[in-house]
Antibody, heavy 122, light 106 residues
Framework: EVQLLESGGALVQPGGSLRLSCTASGFTFSSFAMNWVRQAPGKGLEWVSGMSTSGGIGTNYADSVKGRFTISRDNSKNTLYLQMNDLRAEDTAVYYC??????????????WGQGTQVTVSS | SYELTQPLSVSVALGQTARITCGANNIGSKNVHWYQQKPGQAPVLVIYRDNNRPSGIPERFSGSNSGNTATLTISRAQGGDEADYYCLVWDSNIYVFGTGTKVSVL
């Protein structure tokens, strides 16, 4: 069974940094693109970032986080990361990781983890 | 940027049919996927590539996509179908979600 487990969410002050992790099991992690999606309180879903198996040009970001967030992966640890810098109140959300269908991004997201809460507040 | 517009809410009587639309310019040329999200839970894929159901999703869920509108149809609606529903497409190297629709079963 495919499982994704996010961790690292916390309360952080504006301007601070945080690194989220997503540990995968039940599939060959290195063979699939992975993504981060967030959901602010009471709001809809917003795609944040995606990374193909090869990284590089296969890495994309939403305009709202470009230059502040960095996605990465460690295939030896079956783990996806999201480094978040210069955090703002509007980054407050539940952050989900989600598996893509193939090695490249752009197909669909399934399944999703249960999410980790990030709160940016002073 | 590409925008997907959904109705804020849809109400359906128990056992009847609900239709949730996802509108955008020429969306018929793209693959559309649909997610169900219940309170406090992660989204679940219910339709992929316009009209395909993942294993475990009831046949009551179906999809279509043409022109400027994609549609998720829930037949014989049940109380367990009450949830938020989102459409999703891939456009210009990013994923775009629809605005979301709250489905209420009366």
């Amino acid at each position: 069974e495919v499982q994704l487990l996010e961790s690292g969410g916390a309360l952080v002050q504006p301007g601070g940094s945080l690194r989220l992790s997503c540990t995968a099991s039940g599939f060959t992690f290195s063979s699939f693109a992975m993504n981060w999606v967030r959901q602010a309180p009471g709001k809809g879903l917003e795609w944040v970032s995606g990374m193909s198996t090869s990284g590089g040009i296969g890495t994309n970001y939403a305009d709202s986080v470009k230059g502040r967030f960095t996605i990465s992966r460690d295939n030896s640890k079956n783990t996806l990361y999201l480094q978040m810098n210069d955090l703002r109140a509007e980054d407050t959300a539940v952050y989900y990781c989600a598996k893509d269908l193939l090695a490249a991004t752009g197909y669909w997201l399934d399944p999703w983890g249960q999410g980790t809460q990030v709160t940016v507040s002073s | 940027s590409y925008e997907l517009t959904q109705p804020l809410s849809v109400s359906v009587a128990l056992g009847q049919t609900a239709r949730i639309t996802c509108g955008a310019n020429n969306i018929g040329s793209k693959n559309v996927h649909w997610y169900q999200q219940k309170p406090g839970q992660a989204p679940v894929l219910v339709i992929y590539r316009d009209n395909n159901r993942p294993s475990g999703i009831p046949e009551r869920f179906s999809g279509s996509n043409s022109g400027n509108t994609a549609t998720l149809t829930i037949s014989r609606a049940q109380g367990g179908d009450e949830a938020d529903y989102y459409c999703l497409v891939w456009d210009s190297n990013i994923y775009v979600f629809g605005t979301g629709t709250k489905v209420s079963v009366l």
